[in-house]
């Protein structure tokens, strides 16, 4: 079950306070259903975003940036969460890591070395990517840091 972090420190968040009590409980609410939903995903539905929110809440939220309005809904903001987690990192265990490495043939993906070897997360960690094996690569240190924070 995915898990939706929320940062020690929002609530002094300058978006968090433009945005009043109302408007960021219904920005969680949507939050945590789109982490159960999809991870990784910011989207949420317009008429689920109706059903839980008032039209005035709506607005305050697109007006403090916590959300943005985007095709057939919103689409959440993705970098407020992601600080959220960036605190929470847990570290994934040594024999996960060992079963990756193994999986990969003990080199990188990309370029083929054997040196300086990493995990990368296809679908990056900061936008919610989980650490399954599906989502997990060995790629070495040089190519992981090129990838940044792309998908
Ligand atoms: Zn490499």
């Known amino acids: 079950m995915p898990t939706l972090k929320i940062h020690s420190r929002m609530f002094t968040h300058p978006k968090i306070l433009m945005a009043g009590n109302a408007a960021t409980g219904l920005w969680v609410r949507l939050a945590a259903w789109a982490v159960h939903y999809h991870p990784g995903d910011w989207h949420v539905p ?46 994934i265990p040594a024999e996960q890591r060992r079963r990756i490495y193994d999986r990969d043939g003990n080199a990188c993906l990309l370029c083929g070395t054997t040196d300086d070897l990493t995990l990368d997360h296809i679908h990056p960690w900061s936008l919610y ?23």
């Open 46 to 91: 317009a008429d689920l975003t109706r059903k839980y929110g008032t039209p005035a809440q709506i607005r305050r939220m697109v007006a403090a940036g916590l959300a943005a309005p985007a095709a057939d809904g919103y689409e959440l903001d993705a970098e407020l969460l992601a600080w959220a987690r960036d605190d929470n990192r847990a570290a």
């Open 129 to 151: 990517g989980p650490d399954t094996d599906d989502n997990l690569r060995t790629l070495c240190r040089p190519c992981n840091s090129s990838k940044g924070a792309k998908v």
